[in-house]
């Protein structure tokens, strides 16, 4: 009897160690949620991006990002389009281009950069008026033009007035500018700061228009599925925006160091002011697909409302 209990007892001692799992058993590893991808344009737009990343911002925050560095609009459009990126800097001109192309990618907030139309060294000019029958460098069909267009219509140069000449590479823009090879071009910050230190004549920004000429948007996908990770990012991202703003000096370096913007902007570079996340009015996002619609860019109706996420934007 007693080898009987004995025996029944050691069975239930090793039903309980198969079943219960040693300190040694392999757990599985908690699932991660993989990096938030961004892409950024070397410019002023992308600044508190980077002074987010650099100064562990996005980490206080509890989200991971990755930054993607893109040279160029076609780059940065393709990988949009490829799912490579979650969001990016990009423009309200590209942002029709992809809703009418099929990509269902949101406008979350405009960004806050400068772009500015500069005139050669030699060529003389002194204003916009003087752009009439000139040549201007940009990248046709992109928001650079429609950039320049809005700048001379206000000082009553109509878009038929001057010849554009096509030049997509920036740093090939900026040299034929200097070298006097076109009469003027559209640049980006910190670029239009680069050219002017050179002896280029600054003859307008879109700060005196008034045009958010950049947007960041996500697909929607990413909004659907990770909006509590978005809305970490933009704190982050605000944040690194109220520190730039409260001392832009303290970032002369960083400019070179570590945004890589060219040496000659450390000390010309005037800071632009980022604004609290919010959405461009319904009016310029208007404004923008009818000008796509008159150069026969776009057929279909683009609506704001087509374009827009608004739960970005609703914590603020």
């Not at 009987?4 to 392999?26: G, H, N, Q, R």
């Not at 970032?251 to 000390?267: C, H, I």
Request: charged letters at 25%; a negative charge.
């Amino acid at each position: 009897m007693k080898k009987t209990i004995l025996f029944l007892l050691c069975l239930v001692i090793a039903e309980m160690l198969y079943a219960s799992p040693s300190k040694d058993a392999a757990v599985p590893a908690k699932e991660t949620a993989a990096p938030l991808k961004v892409g950024i344009m070397p410019d002023a737009d992308s600044l508190p991006f980077m002074v987010a990343r650099d100064e562990g911002l996005f980490t206080a925050e509890g989200v991971e990002v990755e930054l993607v560095i893109f040279s160029n609009p076609q780059e940065r459009d393709a990988a949009i389009q490829a799912d490579k990126v979650d969001g990016s800097i990009s423009d309200i001109l590209a942002a029709a281009f992809l809703f009418v192309g099929g990509f269902d990618a949101k406008i979350t907030s405009v960004t806050d950069g400068r772009y500015g139309v500069a005139a050669a060294p030699e060529a003389g000019i002194q204003d916009l008026a003087g752009l009439t029958g000139k040549q201007i460098g940009l990248s046709t069909n992109t928001i650079i033009q429609y950039t320049v267009d809005a700048q001379l219509e206000r000082a009553g140069v109509g878009a038929d007035n001057y010849t554009p000449v096509s030049v997509p590479r920036m740093p090939l823009r900026m040299e034929m500018l200097l070298n006097g090879q076109i009469d003027a071009a559209s640049l980006p910050e910190p670029l239009l700061t680069a050219v002017i230190g050179q002896g280029a004549i600054l003859l307008s920004t879109t700060d005196t228009l008034g045009i958010d000429a950049g947007i960041l948007l996500f697909s929607k996908k990413t909004l659907d599925n990770r909006l509590e990770d978005v809305k970490k990012f933009y704190r982050a991202y605000y944040k690194a925006a109220q520190k730039i703003n409260e001392n832009p000096d303290a970032y002369r370096a960083f400019l070179v160091e570590k945004a890589s913007f060219p040496e000659a902007v450390r000390d010309a570079y005037q800071f632009v002011h980022y604004r609290q996340p919010v959405l461009p009015e319904d009016s310029q996002i208007e404004q923008a697909v009818a000008w796509l619609k008159a150069k026969e860019l776009i057929s279909a109706d683009v609506t704001p409302e087509n374009l827009v996420d608004r739960r970005i934007v609703a914590e603020w």
